[in-house]
């Protein structure tokens, strides 16, 4: 029973972790991307038609 539930413990903590990261990773990139077209828009924005 101990060794079943450790299995399972790891495995579900495992899971947990690559999908908190997979997601911690997209919002943190997308926020990122985002943030730096608006500020790069912003700066050439002005000279180039976009």
Do not use: F, N, S, Y
């Not at 999908?19 to 608006?38: N, P, Q």
Request: charged share 25%.
């Amino acid at each position: 029973m101990d060794g079943w539930m450790d299995g399972w413990m790891a495995g579900w903590l495992d899971g947990w972790m690559d999908g908190w990261m997979d997601g911690w990773m997209d919002g943190w990139m997308d926020g990122w991307m985002d943030g730096w077209m608006d500020g790069w828009i912003d700066g050439r924005g002005r000279k180039l038609p976009v």
